[in-house]
């Protein structure tokens, strides 16, 4: 049922589906309509970082879930409140914002794992309509509903996929448990979960590795392991094992020009490639800064 108080209307777009594996992100669309013919005061949420709504969440039986995430939370209070005027008829829109995930519901921290038990779960948007500066309304959106759950035979493959998740701060360790991840349950959703931290990791992380770390036996076992996978996979699976392994030796210092043999000799096509990282000149002037910049760091370091 759609709420509306004051000529102020808050509508989800509901997503395209309503059930979700565990730990498989959320988002959600929505908009805050003024229909009237007359201005209309909101207090906007402060927009630091990803601080964009306010909601309220509650499992099937009722019992409130709290929030421990970034998205919902006002990160900045006590600060002072912005005030935005909707004219007649104008609309503020939001896209594809994560409801549940790393930056939503289910997150409590580094160490914490992003996901919701399984159950289902509701949700509700609000907002705040103001006059002459001072919160005269709380206005709820519709209700979005939606249920997380877990297929038979996942459930140690969920195991394995926190150990990738928790471990994400140091590469053999993370190598380690991603390996394990993939060789054991070769089939399972969580594969493409745990590369894809894999190759975040390396993104965000690869020019702070230390050099032992960089050439661990753990890490050299792991790419062995992808160029011999890789060419049996299909779809998203493959590309980000090709990722993982590019990103990786890159990271190791490996010439360009070898980790570009050594996919091709494992039958990877050179479309494929430059599909991932561009033509290959590009690709070896991004390695050479790379590289140039993790020497750089090291002798900081030092």
Partial sequence: MLVVLLSLQVRIIPPAKDRYLVAE??????????????????????????VVMRGEMWKEDGAPVREKGTISVWKCHPCKSRIISLAPGETLSYNHIQLVGVL?????????????????????????????????????????????????????????YKEVYLTSRSLSMLAEHLHYLLKTYPQ??????????????????????????????EADTLMSFLLEKIPSWKGEKRKLGIKAY????????????????????????????????????????AIKIMEETIQEKIKERE
Avoid at 135 to 141: F, G, L, P, Q, T
């Fill in 104 to 160: 939503g519901w289910g997150h409590g921290g580094l160490n914490e794992f992003p996901a919701l038990p399984e159950g289902r779960y509701c949700y509700t948007i609000y907002y705040y309509r103001t006059e002459n500066g001072e919160i005269a309304e709380k206005v709820y959106s519709d209700t979005f509903c939606f249920r997380i759950y877990l297929p038979p035979g996942e459930r140690e493959a969920l195991e394995a």
């Fill in 188 to 217: 399972s959703f969580y594969c493409v979960k745990g590369l894809k931290k894999f190759v975040s990791y390396m993104v965000v992380a690869g020019l702070w590795i230390k050099e032992e770390e960089r050439h661990s036996s």
């Fill in 25 to 50: 992100p959320v988002y959600i669309s929505w908009k805050v309509i003024n229909d009237e013919t007359k201005e209309v005061e909101i207090e906007a949420i402060p927009a630091n970082w990803q």
């Fill in 246 to 285: 590019i990103y990786c030796r890159a990271v190791q210092g490996w010439d360009p020009e070898k980790i570009l043999l050594s996919l091709k000799n494992a039958g990877v096509r050179k479309e494929e490639i430059e599909e991932i990282i561009g033509p290959e000149e590009y690709f070896k002037k």
